[in-house]
T-cell receptor, first 114, second 113 residues
Framework: EPEVTQTPSHQVTQMGQEVILRCVPI?????FYWYRQILGQKVEFLVS????????KSEIFDDQFSVERPDGSNFTLKIRSTKLEDSAMYFCASSVAGVNQPQHFGDGTRLSIL | DQQVKQNSPSLSVQEGRISILNCDYTNSMFDYFLWYKKYPAEGPTFLIS?????DKNEDGRFTVFLNKSAKHLSLHIVPSQPGDSAVYFCAAMANTGFQKLVFGTGTRLLVSP
């Protein structure tokens, strides 16, 4: 069964450094998402992406965050200058359509900011 | 922001019995609901969903019930198996044209042999 793949599984970065999290969505999916889960908290929506542009973003997704689909397969989340509070599990997801369709998640990248 | 609530942090059930996981929501704009299962060190795995035009959806051992007037949904697992032990998340999507999922806090299900 097709799946969403994320790399790396664990990223350790010094505060203030840039980090790029990578995702390969399911190949026939058109909508892409990033979520995060801080330890002990809910899974929170960050951003959705369709047709090469952001369709919605949360208040968490400030100017330090950006997303890109640099080629036909990868979908990336960049955090420009990481903060301690960015430490979390980051999940990529994709779906065939934008509404009334399940989103399928990758196994996540654990981001640890030191 | 408690738009989706799972009030039971944990549930223990014996193998072969029914597991019932509950979820309440407050946003009347939600019209699509999903259940995900999550094992440690893995991402959420989609289980089953229901649109607001239905009140029940069934897939094998999993059935989701939706009570729109009560803003309540539940997931029934029958019969429960030890491999079902995981954290179960309820999630909802609004009919506003945006695609974000709003998650509950999860219920940890333990199915004992």
């Amino acid at each position: 069964e097709p799946e969403v793949t994320q790399t790396p599984s664990h990223q350790v970065t010094q505060m203030g450094q840039e980090v790029i999290l990578r995702c390969v969505p399911i190949s026939n999916h058109l909508y892409f998402y990033w979520y995060r889960q801080i330890l002990g908290q809910k899974v929170e929506f960050l951003v959705s992406f369709y047709n090469n542009e952001i369709s919605e973003k949360s208040e968490i997704f400030d100017d330090q965050f950006s997303v890109e689909r640099p080629d036909g397969s990868n979908f990336t989340l960049k955090i420009r200058s990481t903060k301690l509070e960015d430490s979390a599990m980051y999940f990529c997801a994709s779906s065939v359509a934008g509404v009334n369709q399940p989103q399928h998640f990758g196994d996540g990248t654990r981001l640890s900011i030191l | 922001d408690q738009q989706v609530k799972q009030n039971s942090p944990s549930l223990s059930v014996q193998e072969g019995r029914i597991s019932i996981l509950n979820c309440d929501y407050t946003n009347s704009m939600f019209d699509y609901f999903l259940w995900y299962k999550k094992y440690p060190a893995e991402g959420p795995t989609f289980l089953i969903s229901i649109s607001s035009i239905k009140d029940k959806n069934e897939d094998g051992r999993f059935t989701v019930f939706l009570n729109k007037s009560a803003k309540h949904l539940s997931l029934h697992i029958v019969p429960s198996q030890p491999g079902d032990s995981a954290v179960y998340f309820c999630a909802a999507m609004a009919n506003t044209g945006f695609q974000k999922l709003v998650f509950g806090t999860g219920t940890r299900l333990l199915v004992s042999p």
